[in-house]
C-alpha cells in the first residue's frame, strides 16, 4: 500500500492534535450543523465553523490537562454517541495523551473490562453511563485514576466546570507509528478487543486515501455531506480529516438514529452525500416516501459496518432525484480500515425475489493498496481456488498496531502479514470479494446472510431478518417487526424453496441486543432466545 504520495498528502495535516486549527485557517467556509448540541459543550447549541470548533478543541485540551492527563497518558471516553468523540480525541492527541474511545453501548460488564484492560489516567464520562454501570453492578470510575463527569456531579468525580481557566497546553506531537488512538471493535460475540492505531496507519494511510480527489466519491465544494455513525468508531475520526479536507459547504452530523432527529436535520439541509450505518438505514427507510423526502438531493449513499440489505439500498435510491445516484457499500474491519467497495446503482437492484442479491458482492479491493486472498480454514496455508468458501485474509497497510494487552490473540489473527479477518468468503476468477458469513455464525452449505437478503426481499415489512446457526437443528430465524408479529402463511411462503429452517421467533426492534455499529449481538441473542443451544462455527479468530 502506497498512499500518501503527491501534493495533496504533504498538505493534509497528519497530527490529530492541532487539526481544527489547521482547518480554521485553511478551510474557514466549512459550516457545521447538529442533531442535538455537543455533551462536551451544551449550551453552545448545534452550529459551528472551523474556528469555534478549533476553540473549544483547545479548551477541552487545557481541562483534560488539568485532569491529569498528558503526554503519554491514556484518556478514556465512554459517553453517549455524538460528534464530540472526535473533538474530545484531538483534545487528547493536542497534549500528547492517547484517547481511547469507547461506546456507551458496549454491555457494563464488558465495559469494565475494557477499562480494566486501559487502565485509563483520566476517564471522560456522564452520570447516566456511570448510573447504568453501577446498576449492572459495575463501578467504571474503579480502574481509572481520574474521572470527569461532563454532565454534572458525581461522587469521587471531576467536573468540568471545576477544571476550567487553566492555560492551553503547547501542542505535543508523536512519531507516526506511536500509539495514536485506542478503538475498540464491534462485540458482536463477547468482549471486544481494543484496537491500536497510529497516525501512519490511520492518517497517512486512511485519511490521506480518501482525501484525494476521487471521481464520485470525494466531497465537492458544493456539497452538503453527513455522517450518522458510532462516532467512537475509527471511522470517525478519518472520516473527520478526509471530509473537513474536502471543504464541503455544509457537514451534518447525526448523534442517533432516531427518525424525527433525521427528518428534522436532514430536511433543513439536504444532504448530496450521506453515510449512515446500516440499522440507521433500516429505521428511516419509511422517510423514503415522497418528493420532499430529506433524501431527495443525494447523489451517493455510503454504507460501512455491516450487511446492506436489497430491498433498503433500493428505496433510498429511488428516493433521490439524481439521475444517476450511487450506493457505495464497503467491507472492512476496525483493524483494517475499509478493504472493498462496490457501486450500486438502479438498475444493479432492480430485480427482486433472488436467491443471490447483488449486495453480497462487495466489488474488488482497491489496487496497489489492498490485497485480499481466501484460505482453506481446515489448511490455512493452502489458497483456496475461485469459488471455493474459506476464510478471507487481508494484506494493508493501513493494519492496526494490534490489541491492547492481548498479544496472543493479536498473533492467532496474522499469518506472516496477512491478516485473518475471520469472515468466510469467496473471490471470483476476476477478483470481486462475496462475504457469507463471519465464521463464528457460519452454517455449512449456506450462507446466513444471503438468506437473510432473501428474507427482507420477501417479507418487506420484516425490518430486521437474523439467522442463527445451531450445532444440533436447524438455523433459527429471529425477525423483528414494528408491531413483533407475522402472518405464519405469509412465512411459509417466503422460505418455500429454501433450506429447511426453524419456526421463526418473531420480536419488536427493542428486543434485539445491537453494538454501537448497529450490528446484532448475535452471541447474546442466542443466549436470550437459545439458551445452551451451541453454534457451529469455531470462533477461533473473532
Not at 490521506?208 to 455531506?225: G, I, Q
Not at 468466510?424 to 455464525?441: C, I, K, S
Request: proline share 8%; glycine share 10%; net charge positive.
Amino acid at each position: 500500500m502506497s498512499g500518501g504520495r503527491g501534493p495533496l498528502f504533504r498538505r493534509l495535516p497528519l497530527d490529530l492534535g492541532p487539526l481544527f486549527d489547521t482547518l480554521a485557517e485553511q478551510r474557514p467556509s466549512v459550516d457545521v450543523r447538529l442533531g442535538r448540541p455537543l455533551d462536551l459543550a451544551p449550551e453552545r447549541g448545534t452550529g459551528y465553523d472551523t474556528a469555534q470548533l478549533a476553540e473549544l478543541v483547545r479548551e477541552t485540551a487545557a481541562w483534560l490537562a488539568a485532569a491529569g492527563a498528558g503526554p503519554g497518558s491514556s484518556v478514556a471516553v465512554v459517553k453517549r454517541n455524538h460528534w464530540d468523540y472526535v473533538l474530545l480525541a484531538c483534545a487528547a492527541a493536542r497534549i500528547g495523551a492517547v484517547p481511547a474511545l469507547l461506546s456507551d453501548r458496549v454491555p457494563p460488564e464488558a465495559l469494565g473490562a475494557l477499562l480494566r484492560r486501559l487502565r485509563a489516567d483520566v476517564l471522560v464520562t456522564q452520570r447516566g453511563v456511570l448510573a447504568g454501570a453501577r446498576a449492572a453492578g459495575v463501578e467504571l470510575t474503579a480502574p481509572a485514576g481520574r474521572t470527569v463527569c461532563l454532565d454534572g456531579d458525581w461522587a469521587g468525580a471531576l467536573t468540568v466546570d471545576g477544571l476550567r481557566g487553566g492555560p492551553v497546553p503547547a501542542v505535543r506531537s508523536r512519531g507516526e507509528d506511536e500509539p495514536l488512538a485506542v478503538i475498540h471493535t464491534s462485540g458482536t460475540t463477547g468482549v471486544p478487543k481494543l484496537v491500536v492505531h497510529s497516525t501512519r496507519t490511520l492518517i497517512r494511510r486512511l485519511s490521506a486515501f480518501e482525501a484525494r480527489p476521487w471521481p464520485v466519491l470525494s466531497a465537492r465544494r458544493e456539497d452538503t455531506v453527513a455522517s450518522a455513525i458510532s462516532f467512537a468508531h475509527g471511522r470517525a475520526l478519518t472520516w473527520t480529516v478526509s471530509a473537513f479536507w474536502r471543504a464541503p459547504r455544509t457537514v451534518a452530523l447525526l448523534p442517533d438514529s432516531d427518525p424525527a432527529t433525521a427528518a428534522a436535520l436532514l430536511g433543513a439541509h439536504p444532504p448530496t452525500v450521506l453515510e449512515a450505518l446500516p440499522s440507521s438505514y433500516v429505521r428511516w427507510q419509511p422517510l423514503t416516501a415522497g418528493a420532499d423526502n430529506p433524501f431527495r438531493d443525494v447523489r451517493l449513499f455510503i454504507s460501512t459496518f455491516d450487511a446492506m440489505h436489497p430491498p433498503t439500498v433500493r428505496a433510498f435510491l429511488d428516493a433521490t432525484r439524481r439521475r444517476r445516484p450511487l450506493w457505495m457499500q464497503g467491507w472492512g474491519q476496525s483493524e483494517t480500515g475499509p478493504l472493498s467497495f462496490r457501486f450500486l446503482t438502479r438498475g444493479a437492484l432492480a430485480a427482486s425475489g433472488l436467491r443471490h442479491p447483488t449486495t453480497r458482492d462487495l466489488g474488488r479491493p482497491v489496487p496497489g493498496w489492498v490485497r485480499v486472498k481466501v484460505a482453506d480454514p481446515r489448511r490455512p496455508g493452502r489458497t483456496a481456488r475461485p469459488g471455493e468458501t474459506g476464510l478471507l485474509y487481508a494484506r494493508t497497510g493501513a493494519l492496526c498496531l494490534g490489541y491492547l494487552d492481548e498479544p496472543e490473540r493479536w498473533g492467532r489473527k496474522l499469518d506472516g502479514g496477512w491478516f485473518n479477518t475471520g469472515d468466510l468468503g469467496t473471490r471470483t476468477r476476476d477478483g470481486r470479494v462475496f462475504v457469507l458469513d463471519r465464521e463464528v455464525d457460519m452454517v455449512p452449505g449456506l450462507s446466513c446472510v444471503e438468506l437473510e437478503d432473501v428474507l427482507h426481499e420477501r417479507l418487506p415489512d420484516v425490518e430486521e431478518a437474523v439467522l442463527l446457526s445451531v450445532a444440533d437443528g436447524r438455523p433459527q430465524p429471529v425477525l423483528v417487526t414494528a408491531d413483533g408479529a407475522l402472518d405464519p402463511a405469509r412465512w411459509r411462503d417466503a422460505v418455500r424453496d429454501l433450506p429447511p429452517l426453524a419456526e421463526p421467533l418473531v420480536v419488536g426492534w427493542d428486543a434485539v441486543p445491537r453494538t454501537a455499529t448497529g450490528k446484532v449481538r448475535r452471541h447474546e441473542l442466542r443466549e436470550r432466545v437459545l439458551a445452551g443451544s451451541a453454534g457451529i462455527g469455531t470462533g477461533l479468530w473473532t
